[in-house]
């Protein structure tokens, strides 16, 4: 399996556009995580989805965030508009229910530039 | 009651010396607790990980030592070396939970050659 796959690896963009995140899934894993860190933040959950359906959007910062999976194997994180203080890395990650383990696997991140 | 708080921010250990990170949670419930490891411009990825029904936790160079009556854990890495040069992440998460895992602030471990 090629892990987590998220696109684009570095985005620069100008205030007041949007920006779009995607995320392919490992195949199988039925939950998935969008995080974001900073450095003075550190890894921060956004929202999370089981079986395609959003489960918890408490730490969507704004309306300007949304997020969607139509598929199990999508996902997209959408920030419209984008202001320079959403400058961050943005994580998606998956995990399996019934992994014993518990342990989530993370993309590479894409790191996002808001100027 | 969600927090973990990690300690501490950075840490510089010679090469074959002992690194510990510690972390302490307030929520009686977690019942898991991983530490990721992530090096730059890659995600975390699992290291080691315990459960609060034994108290240590060993995987080659790399030992969780759990103390369920303080509410700690914490993550010791035996004669440290440069490639472990990285940032590390406590994290707990409970039964229920749908697997939401809460993580700490993270380490800057750096290991002088």
């Known amino acids: 399996d090629a892990g987590v796959i998220q696109s684009p690896r570095h985005e620069v963009t100008e205030m007041g556009q949007e920006v779009t995140l995607r995320c392919k899934p490992i195949s199988g894993h039925d939950y998935l995580f969008w995080y974001r860190q900073t450095m003075m933040r550190g890894l921060e959950l956004l929202i999370y989805f089981n079986n395609n359906v959003p489960i918890d959007d408490s730490g969507m910062p704004e309306d300007r965030f949304s997020a969607k999976m139509p598929n199990a194997s999508f996902s997209t994180l959408k920030i419209q508009p984008s202001e320079p203080r959403d400058s961050a890395v943005y994580f998606c990650?998956?995990?399996?229910?019934?992994?014993?383990?518990?342990?989530?696997?993370f993309g590479s991140g894409t790191r996002l530039t808001v100027v | 009651q969600q927090q973990v708080k990690q300690s501490p921010q950075s840490l510089i250990v010679q090469k074959g010396g002992i690194s510990i990170i510690n972390c302490a949670y307030e929520?009686?419930?977690?019942?898991?607790f991983p530490w990721y490891q992530q090096f730059p411009g890659k995600g975390p990825a699992l290291l080691i990980a315990?459960?609060?029904?034994?108290s240590e936790k060993k995987e080659g160079r790399f030992t969780i030592s759990f103390n369920k009556s303080a509410k700690q854990f914490s993550l010791h890495i035996m004669d440290s070396q440069p490639g472990d040069s990285a940032t590390y992440f406590c994290a707990a998460s409970r039964s229920g939970s749908a697997r939401q895992l809460t993580f700490g602030s993270g380490t800057q471990l750096t290991v002088l050659p």
């Open positions: 929520n009686t419930a977690f019942d898991y």
């Open positions: 990650a998956s995990s399996w229910a019934g992994a014993t383990g518990r342990g989530y696997t």
């Open positions: 315990i459960r609060p029904d034994v």
